[in-house]
Each structure stands twice: as structure tokens, then as C-alpha cells.
């Protein structure tokens, strides 16, 4: 139990749609990443959040974007679906300096 | 800019036997070096890091894993295996002096423990 909740758990979407995903994170962790996993692969980084600012991204386009909340809450919004981001979503966060990360259990996307 | 290869895509080893899961890292600055553990329809769980001191970690469930700078390796090993180990196991490379730097994962390793 690593305490960071995701939600939904899967979701069903199609082309050309948005989507919301969420996650809660534990108490006081201040800094936030989201991961894709595509089937077969390792988790790859689309951005991090720190204290409600983004502070890095991975190579994925513009239409993939997030918020940081004070209540350590996070979500991840994905416009314009495509097949290829068909994947897990994976949430994980930290307090910064403890080297250590908390992964939560992922939302499954599927897009047709 | 850091990379991770996770040598061998499936291991199938015998329950009760040993096993090493290979993971050689690149990077141009020093490296915290981390494995996680992902069981069916779960998330990853930290199996073990290493952030600086001994080179030699030992993490959850009976892990070890050995960091060596000048081959760039860190590689999990396990003197006996169990059916529950079955799972699906990355390797992880972070840069920067605290966790708000991205992790960067191999393409991971399946273990599959057969009786």
C-alpha cells in the first residue's frame, strides 16, 4: 500500500475524445510524475509537477498536459485521443530529497 | 541524458533457484539507480535503490542488488526464488541530488518461477 490512489481504474474512450485521469497523492509529497506504459514496455515520463508548477516533460506533445493541486491531487488530460495512447497511466510521487518514489496503480486506458 | 538496457526481456528459472536479473545504465552524471517489482494489473512497487555508501543494497523480499561504476551495471539477484516472484521486474536510472529528477526505466524483465 503506497497510499497514491488513481482514478478511474480503466476507462473506454475513442478517437479524437479527452480524457481526465486523477490521482491523489500521499500527504506532504510535493512533487508528482506521470508515467505511460505502453503494453510490453517500460514506463516512459510525460511531465513532473512541483509545488503546482511543471517542472519537466518527457518527449510527448502538447496535447498531453497536467495540473498540480494543494491538496497533493494531481490529474493528467489527454486531448485528441489517438489508438497509440492506448496504455497504463501511471501516477507516482515524492517528497522531494528522499529519493524515493510512490507509485499508485495506474489507470488503463483503452482508445478505439 | 540517461538510458537503461534490461539484458534479458524473459527469465524462466525453477523454483528454489537462483536468479540475476541484468541492467546496465548509461549516463554522462552520477546516477541513483533503482528496481521495481510489477505484479498482474498492479503498479510498481520499490524493490530496492541505491542512492551513494555501499554498493552492495539489500531490499525487499530477499533482493539484493550490486552496483559496479565501472561496468555501469546493477544487477538483482536472488539466492532462491519463490512462485510469488513471478512478476514482471524494471530497472530505473535517476539523475540530480534529490527525487525530483524523472526516472528513466529498462524495457523490464519478466520472471517467471515454474515449480
Known amino acids: 500500500e503506497t497510499g497514491v490512489t488513481q482514478s478511474p481504474t480503466h476507462l473506454i474512450k475513442t478517437r479524437g475524445q479527452q480524457v481526465t485521469l486523477r490521482c491523489s497523492s500521499q500527504?506532504?509529497?510535493?512533487?508528482v510524475s506521470w508515467y505511460q506504459q505502453a503494453l510490453g514496455q517500460g514506463p516512459q515520463f510525460i511531465f513532473q509537477?512541483?509545488?503546482?508548477?511543471?517542472?519537466g516533460r518527457g518527449n510527448f506533445p502538447p496535447r498531453f498536459s497536467g495540473l498540480q493541486f494543494p491538496n497533493y491531487s494531481s490529474e493528467l488530460n489527454v486531448n485528441a485521443l489517438e489508438l497509440d495512447d492506448s496504455a497504463l497511466y501511471l501516477c507516482?510521487?515524492?517528497?522531494?530529497?528522499?529519493?524515493?518514489?510512490?507509485f499508485g496503480p495506474g489507470t488503463r486506458l483503452l482508445v478505439l | 541524458a540517461q538510458s537503461v538496457t534490461q539484458l534479458d526481456s524473459q527469465v524462466p528459472v525453477f523454483e528454489e533457484a537462483p536468479v540475476e536479473l541484468r541492467c546496465n545504465y548509461s549516463?554522462?552524471?552520477?546516477?541513483?539507480l533503482f528496481w521495481y517489482v510489477q505484479y498482474p494489473n498492479q503498479g510498481l512497487q520499490l524493490l530496492l535503490k541505491?542512492?551513494?555508501?555501499?554498493?552492495l543494497v539489500k531490499g525487499i523480499n530477499g533482493f539484493e542488488a550490486e552496483f559496479n561504476k565501472s561496468q555501469t551495471s546493477f544487477h538483482l539477484r536472488k539466492p532462491s526464488v519463490h512462485i510469488s516472484d513471478t512478476a514482471e521486474y524494471f530497472c530505473?536510472?535517476?539523475?540530480?541530488?534529490?527525487?525530483?529528477?524523472?526516472?528513466?526505466f529498462g524495457e523490464g524483465t519478466q520472471l517467471t518461477v515454474n515449480p
Open positions: 500527504s506532504g509529497h510535493n512533487t
Open positions: 541505491y542512492l551513494s555508501g555501499s554498493t
Open positions: 507516482a510521487s515524492s517528497l522531494t530529497s528522499t529519493g524515493k518514489w510512490y
Open positions: 549516463s554522462s552524471v552520477s546516477v541513483y
Open positions: 530505473a536510472v535517476s539523475a540530480g541530488e534529490t527525487s525530483g529528477s524523472r526516472l528513466t
Open positions: 509537477y512541483y509545488r503546482e508548477e511543471e517542472n
